[in-house]
């Protein structure tokens, strides 16, 4: 089925490791989202993407970096992870500005 | 900057009910609004989505209206169902890069 995939589902980290999250879709769409859901918090944007070679900081950028080096895919790494990065992270993907949002199944990640 | 605004924050009901969810944002100047549901520990499932230009969506016993110049939208649901369960998530489309701010949900109990 045509959608957003990230991998992986679930991960547990230790305090200074790293790691890279992917998003894949397969729709064609120019705008990619990370975002991170907190309880109490709500949603939050990380980063995001309004194309291939494109990026920019969203509400919550640091410890995260990003990349969008072909257009269908939108990874996500944290260089050295901190308990504080522990959340579930979603990648979101959408077309022009008439178009609603696809998102992924997202990713439950523990750092310890 | 835009702030969504969900009310209620919980929110309970028999089954069969009719309900509504509101959804508020403080800058008008938005592409679209989408709503969402969020079953505990999965991803964003899209219930609907209204264009700026629109007045409301349905969507089988769903309907969501769409007031821009009073910062307003609601979700109606019609003959509730234990299966209609869920938290369910605004999301409003703003900005230049088309980035999405979220309310901060409401969560239903349906009770057969």
């Known amino acids: 089925n045509a959608g957003v995939t990230q991998t992986p589902k679930f991960r547990v980290l230790k305090t200074g490791q790293s790691m890279t999250l992917l998003c894949a879709q397969d729709?064609?769409?120019?705008?990619m989202y990370w975002y991170r859901q907190d309880p109490g918090m709500g949603l939050r944007l990380i980063h995001y993407?309004?194309?291939?070679?494109?990026?920019a900081k969203g509400e919550v950028p640091d410890g995260y970096n990003v990349s969008r080096l072909k257009k269908q895919n939108f990874l996500l790494g944290l260089e050295s992870a901190a308990p504080s990065q522990t959340s579930v992270y979603f990648c979101?993907?959408?077309?022009?500005?008439?178009?609603?949002?696809?998102f992924g199944s997202g990713t439950r990640l523990t750092v310890v | 900057k835009q702030e969504v605004t969900q009310i209620p924050a919980a929110l309970s009901v028999p089954e069969g009910e009719n309900l509504v969810l509101n959804c508020s944002f403080t800058?008008?100047?938005?592409?679209?609004l989408q709503w969402f549901r969020q079953d505990p520990g999965k991803g964003l499932t899209s219930l609907l989505l209204?264009?700026?230009?629109?007045r409301e969506q349905t969507s089988g016993r769903l309907n969501a209206s769409l007031d821009k110049s009073s910062g307003r939208s609601t979700l109606y649901i019609a003959a509730s169902q234990p299966g209609d369960s869920a938290t369910y998530l605004c999301?409003?489309?703003?900005?230049?890069?088309?980035?999405?701010?979220f309310g901060t949900g409401t969560k239903l109990q349906v009770i057969p």
């Open positions: 979101a993907s959408k077309g022009g500005a008439a178009y609603g949002y696809t």
């Open positions: 729709m064609n769409h120019e705008y």
């Open positions: 993407s309004v194309g291939e070679g494109t990026t």
């Open positions: 800058d008008s100047a938005i592409y679209n």
């Open positions: 209204i264009q700026s230009s629109q």
């Open positions: 999301a409003v489309v703003s900005g230049g890069y088309q980035k999405v701010t």
